[in-house]
T-cell receptor, first 113, second 114 residues
Framework: GAGVSQSPRYKVTKRGQDVALRCDPI?????LYWYRQALGQGPEFLTY????????KSGLPNDRFSAERPEGSISTLTIQRTEQRDSAMYRC???????????FGPGTRLLVL | GNSVTQMEGPVTLSEEAFLTINCTYT??????LFWYVQYPGEGLQLLLK?????DKGSNKGFEATYRKETTSFHLEKGSVQVSDSAVYFC?????????????FGDGTTLTVKP
């Protein structure tokens, strides 16, 4: 596609449920990034991949959060046993390489009730 | 660690006014600096960037100069328009420590009134 796409755009879930957020990067982009953005704040790094390899997961807040990119293209961010504090906008970005400009998707707004 | 501090908003200006949004940073190594813009209902878009000291990034009438001596990257525009109303984020990437992640400021909301 022309840009980074994310699905779903909005997700409402109940506390304790698992959610999976999907990111489809720009075709051919090697690097893929996940960020979380709370209301009124800037995006905060979660994790990133080069191809299928997870290079840095230092931003994942706890072990309920995990991410994968098994074929080096689409990535899934999974949050297990969601909590209300997980409510935020989750943003994905991709870049041609690890040092090129990051292009952001529209984000998935997650609301945990 | 890396950090970015932006001037707090919201900022409200009249059309054709001069805009400055301050941004200062703390980083290890030699970061690249960015301004992103988020228009209402849309995602983050890269507005401009500068990759080394004294570089000036520019786009759509906006400019920012990479000042290593003051660790700043202030965003300026000489004459704002209503269509510039958006949230502006300053960000950095420090490639020699971690090529992947960007560090963002908290954003400054700009409203331009006719």
């Amino acid at each position: 596609g022309a840009g980074v796409s994310q699905s779903p755009r909005y997700k409402v879930t109940k506390r304790g449920q698992d959610v999976a957020l999907r990111c489809d990067p720009i075709s051919g982009h090697v690097s893929l990034y996940w960020y979380r953005q709370a209301l009124g704040q800037g995006p905060e790094f979660l994790t990133y991949f080069n191809y299928e390899a997870q290079q840095d997961k230092s931003g994942l807040p706890n072990d309920r959060f995990s991410a994968e990119r098994p074929e080096g293209s689409i990535s899934t961010l999974t949050i297990q046993r969601t909590e209300q504090r997980d409510s935020a906008m989750y943003r994905c970005a991709s870049s041609l390489t690890g040092v090129e400009t990051q292009y952001f998707g529209p984000g998935t707004r997650l609301l945990v009730l | 660690g890396n950090s970015v501090t932006q001037m707090e908003g919201p900022v409200t200006l009249s059309e054709e006014a001069f805009l400055t949004i301050n941004c200062t940073y703390t980083a290890t190594g030699y970061p690249s600096l960015f301004w992103y813009v988020q228009y209402p209902g849309e995602g983050l878009q890269l507005l401009l960037k500068a990759t080394k000291a004294d570089d000036k990034g520019s786009n759509k009438g906006f400019e920012a100069t990479y000042r290593k001596e003051t660790t700043s990257f202030h965003l300026e525009k000489g004459s704002v328009q209503v269509s510039d109303s958006a949230v502006y984020f300053c960000a950095l990437r420090s490639y020699n420590t971690n090529a992947g992640k960007s560090t963002f400021g908290d954003g400054t909301t700009l409203t331009v009134k006719p």
